[in-house]
């Protein structure tokens, strides 16, 4: 896979980029981005949710002047939910070279937007009516736009946008850029690449079959700064063997693995940052269960050989599904069964409706347990071991002493001290994180073969049904040879 480092990407959305927790490159941006900042011209034939949004932005921010306050990047998106969406993806992208973006759509007062349009942002993020209403009306001035982007034009068309399209394509500079993307490619957007574009390059990315069969999984709906207490209560209920935690960035593995260390965890981070012999170092211990975590960045993670994990926590979401489907799939191998638990905030679960869409899968909501619920966790371990040794060991050299400590104590009062000295309990250090901003994905509408000539109609589509499945009760299962909980 590519990192976004290996593309030949200013400082500035660099800075951005590892801001907003992204190392590796996904296909669609690995093959469009190079080309973008060529110059060229770019079909793309893509997925929704696939990361096409900095695909095309990162090439149009990287053309922007930001000393002159004209409009110089146009997208123009289907509806008034993407173009918002959109708009706040390239903000983050280009905050750091200073790049302003404005959405404009119908719905919002006209005289608003001839304001904010006064004040010289440098992208515009429009839907097509609205967008052809402002150049009309000479309050967007098109003259010195020098990348244009059709987003999800397949969806355009069939919201009875082709004309409009094509007018706004008409009324840009002939020496313009333009990318289209698209999920499929109808004889009327070919027409357009066709007649409106220069020789432009196609890039395609086949839609995989993505299968997670074998492995149960698990979301919980929690806030950012729940998420650390979230994970090492579940770790205390689950008692993995081994489990692989997922982190977005370099620095969230770092720190994670040191809060593990702090609540008495053996845990271990990698990441590209570190040489080859500290990463094999790491993965031998993991290998040969000297370590029960492995904390890891998607790149690090890549390639990886390991068996027995019987857990994946997705501590950060990927920012795509296929990326989701790689880490999950490092569990439930050689047809054992694997549990993947994924941490999503508020914000993000329309992502987790379009992994489950894509993925074709359900993704079942489980509840964020209490502190109480994993400290008896800790001793549903030690309860375990102990009938592990009645059922499977000769007690005769014991029962005098036990019988001679039930006639001073009475038998609840000597179990209760025998599983308070066994049972390893958790370090509640306090641990804080920095932050990682959340993904934010475009709904997928689902206005397929509807015709909507006015994009101030209010029925868009709103993206998947709320997550909800089953809530997960904890029992504390385990698999009957995990006998013991490994802590250091």
Do not use: C, W
């Not at 000769?394 to 009475?410: H, I, K, N, S, V």
């Not at 038998?411 to 599983?419: C, M, N, R, Y």
Request: glycine share 8%; proline share 4%.
């Amino acid at each position: 896979m590519t990192t976004f480092n290996e593309l030949g990407i200013s400082k500035p959305i660099m800075k951005a980029l590892e801001q907003m927790g992204f190392e590796e490159a996904t296909p669609i941006q690995a093959q469009t981005i190079p080309l973008g900042l060529q110059g060229k011209d770019v079909i793309g034939q893509a997925q929704t949710g696939t990361g096409k949004t900095a695909a095309f932005g990162i090439p149009m921010i990287e053309k922007i002047n930001q000393d002159v306050k004209k409009i110089q990047g146009l997208i123009v998106a289907p509806t008034r939910e993407l173009a918002i969406q959109v708009s706040e993806e390239i903000h983050r992208l280009g905050k750091f070279k200073g790049v302003r973006t404005l959405p404009v759509y119908g719905g919002q007062h006209m005289d608003r937007q001839i304001r904010a349009l006064k004040d010289g942002p440098h992208i515009v993020v429009a839907t097509p009516g609205r967008l052809l209403d402002h150049i009309r009306r000479k309050t967007i001035n098109t003259s010195n736009v020098h990348t244009a982007v059709l987003d999800e034009a397949d969806e355009m068309l069939n919201m009875g946008f082709i004309d409009d399209i094509r007018d706004i394509l008409k009324v840009i500079p002939e020496q313009k850029q333009t990318l289209l993307f698209s999920a499929t490619m109808p004889k009327e957007i070919r027409e357009i690449a066709a007649t409106l574009m220069k020789n432009p390059e196609e890039v395609k990315v086949k839609s995989k079959e993505m299968t997670v069969s074998n492995i149960d999984q698990f979301f919980v709906e929690v806030h950012e700064k729940q998420k650390f207490d979230t994970l090492t209560n579940l770790l205390d209920i689950h008692g993995p063997e081994l489990a692989i935690i997922f982190g977005r960035t370099k620095k969230r593995v770092d720190e994670v693995t040191e809060g593990l260390h702090a609540r008495g965890f053996r845990a271990e981070g990698i990441h590209g940052d570190l040489t080859q012999g500290k990463r094999m170092s790491v993965l031998n211990k993991f290998k040969n269960g000297r370590i029960e975590i492995l904390v890891a960045t998607d790149v690090a993670a890549r390639g990886l050989d390991i068996s027995g994990v019987t857990h994946v926590y997705n501590f950060d979401v990927p920012q795509d599904p296929e990326s989701y489907v790689h880490r999950i799939g490092r569990t439930g191998r050689a047809g054992k069964a694997g549990e993947a638990i994924s941490f999503i905030t508020p914000r993000e679960m329309p992502h987790l409706h379009l992994i489950e869409k894509v993925t074709k899968s359900k993704v079942k909501r489980m509840d964020a347990p209490s502190f109480d619920e994993a400290r008896r966790g800790q001793q549903q371990v030690t309860v375990e071991k102990l009938t592990s040794t009645i059922n499977g060991k000769d007690l005769g050299d014991y029962r005098e002493t036990a019988a001679e400590l039930l006639e001073e104590y009475d038998s609840v009062t000597v179990v209760a001290a025998a599983l308070k000295m066994m049972t390893k309990e958790r370090r509640n250090a306090p641990v804080t994180l920095s932050s990682v901003q959340p993904v934010s994905v475009k709904k997928p509408s689902n206005n397929k073969g509807k015709k909507f000539r006015n994009d101030n109609n209010r029925n868009f589509s709103r993206g998947g049904k709320t997550g909800g499945g089953r809530n997960r009760k904890f029992q504390n299962k385990r698999p009957s040879n995990n006998t013991s909980r490994k802590q250091g």
